[in-house]
């Protein structure tokens, strides 16, 4: 029933033309607690197939559940900082399905009392322009095994003889987040999901509740699109008063970059549909990263009628007011506003901070400003050359440098040498390939390589004076009060000098000579 | 609203993936109809002024601190499963439902 061929799709500014997108995201975080959500199992990622189960989790009978304390915190943290009400109380409900990733039969989730709701998160495009995403709730429960499917193709489902499971996965705690249909982004509907995604994931990793991976399945997105008539601008009110149209919802679109064109794709899909007098069917789509288009999955129907119902083992959840205000002081500073105040205090012009932002180094730059670098150089050295090898890796750069031993320390400590001026700038360049390739510290690498500006004044001189007396013709130059003819001798110095020299020091020393 | 109709039947047994007969479908309507008016009489208790409630002790917030406790062990774990492979529980394929 899923088949690969590609669907119609309309041009996307023709498509902005004729219709008014909306969409809604489901995001689901694993928690990056030590135990999972009912039981003591623990939550390690990559351990051995079936290692990490215990009765609980396998659904054996008899086996009684007990939620996961820091879990509950986590959830209510998490609620607090997207501007959530927390419930005063709220229940588990089942959710029974019948398919084998779940050994219970069915997944202990939140029903119509979710432990929070009715918040919102402020999402800043690249341009600065603000979007307010609402949040309908976030509600706890918990994730499902792993499957594998065997003798179909690249172990897809579809022609597989049979699926082997793992239950490590199974009981993991998930918090589910889910907004309000987001209306009146208009043409920036793909760039405000992917946005939207992307400030939610800073905010879970500035919470420290999950790793928020989202190529390890740690952050997953569901994207429901559907289109309506246009009838004006976005936001005119007579366009927000249209009726919403049948949506879709693209599964496990698992980058940011593919929650981006995930969400254009199916606008342009729907466009077609409903251009050509077609309707949209209400179903579940595939997203394919590699050909960047949906297929069809499976439509809503039997299989949705999930029979919720309150979870008998578990009693309710009941977080005190104190709790909730004592977990609120937890929270950290909301990523937007410590962006915003890192940037006034490194000084750092608007550009500047999207590139170290879009690097993902904010955290290292902080750390090495903390170890004593000046705000530029920590900027200068992390974006340069470690920067560049991160991405050839296709890595972050946290997670490149951590691989090879580079740290903030490391940084501020080449910054300290240049600034002593025992190093020159293309010196500390060399210093910092030294370290990069696991020659050790920026002072033992210096050592090892011989790397140390000359501080023999009286040799500096005498190379000044050489290279005067071989340019008489410069040299008149700059006494004419042409000084920016310097920069030639200045070159010329540091060839005599083997480069080991303070390139400042020969500046001052020729035109103090020749004025 | 205790009657519950043949479709019915048949729909909750396509839920819960049992396969019924027609002579097992006509069977079950009356039984499970049985059950449910006698189940029903609880219906006649006077509950005005009672709240709903989904377990039978007064109690919220039973919580544990998240410390690991030991697994089963893939050995143990896998015992129970009718089949096995890769230390994974091997089950029948699965058409057109991921």
Redesign the interface.
Known sequence: ??TATADAVMDYDEAMGKFDPVMGLEVHVELH???KMF????TEFGA????????VC?G?PGALP???????ESAIRIGLALNCEIAE?C?FARK?????DM?KNFQTSQYDEPIAFEGHLDVELEDGTVYRVEIERAHMEEDTGK?????GATGR??G????????NRAGIPLIEIVTKPMVGAGERAPEVAKAYVSALRDLLRALDVSDVKMEQGSMRCDANVSLRPRVGAPLDEAQLAVPLGTRTETKNVNSLRSVERAVRYEISRHAAILDGGGSILQETRHWHEDTGITTS??VKS??E?Y?Y????D??????TRETVEALRGTLPEPPGLRRKRLQSDWGYSDLEMRDVVNAGAVELIEETVAAGASAGAAKKWWLGEPSRRANGEGQDIVTYAAGLGLTPAHIAELDGLVTAGRLNDSMARQVLDGVLAGEGTPTAVADARGLELVQDDGALEAAVDKVIEANPDVAAKIRDGKVAAAGALIGQVMKEMKGQADAGKARELILAKLQ | MSSLSRDDVA?LA????IELSNAELDRMVGELGVILESVAKVQQAPTEGVAPM??P?P????????????????EA??A?APEA??????????????
């Open positions: 029933m899923s607690t030590a135990t039981c003591g199992c623990p051995e197939p079936n290692s990490q189960v215990c009765p396998l054996l007990v939620v996961n304390e820091k879990a509950v109380w229940r029974n399905y019948f398919y084998p050994p499957s594998l499917h065997i003798g489902i579809h597989a003889d049979h699926s082997l499971v793992d239950y999955g499976r039997d299989a009628d029979r119902f309150p979870e008998p578990l009693v309710p959840v009941a977080p | 729909h396509g839920l819960a993936r989904s377990h002790m109690l919220t917030n039973v919580t544990r601190p998240d410390v690991v406790r030991p697994s089963l062990g893939a774990v896998l129970g492979e890769q230390q994974r529980f091997s089950v029948p394929r699965i058409l057109d439902e991921d």
